[in-house]
């Protein structure tokens, strides 16, 4: 059984950064793309950033030029830097690994708060 283990989360001023790691458990072949969505309370969950096998990145327009999302391959590993935070960025955020199967973390709550 492979599992995604989340960490970084917590309670953060507006302004103020955090950097959310994923880890997978055990080595997953052939890993396609990593990413991260977000859920706030009442909306639907929606892509933050990925980057596919080849290296390219996506990023939602709300949170270009303040996320930036990163890899280690070798570690089956993905980051999500996240700077000059808002409160709209409040929402648990859930790593996602695309392989033959699809994998996600367990979410970690960011609350983006004064």
């Known amino acids: 059984q492979v599992q995604l283990v989340e960490s970084g989360g917590g309670l953060v001023q507006p302004g103020g950064s955090l950097r959310l790691s994923c880890a997978a458990s055990?080595?997953?072949?052939?890993?396609?793309?990593m990413g991260w969505y977000r859920q706030a309370p009442g909306k639907q969950r929606e892509l933050v950033a990925g980057i596919v096998s080849g290296g390219s990145i996506n990023y939602a327009d709300s949170v270009k030029g303040r996320f930036t999302i990163s890899r280690d391959n070798a570690k089956n590993t993905v980051y999500l830097q996240m700077s000059s935070l808002k409160p709209e960025d409040t929402a648990v955020y859930y790593c996602?690994?695309?392989?033959?199967?699809?994998?996600w973390g367990q979410g970690t709550q960011v609350t983006v708060s004064s």
């Open positions: 996602y690994f695309r392989a033959y199967n699809d994998y």
């Open positions: 055990r080595s997953i072949f052939n890993i396609k793309i």
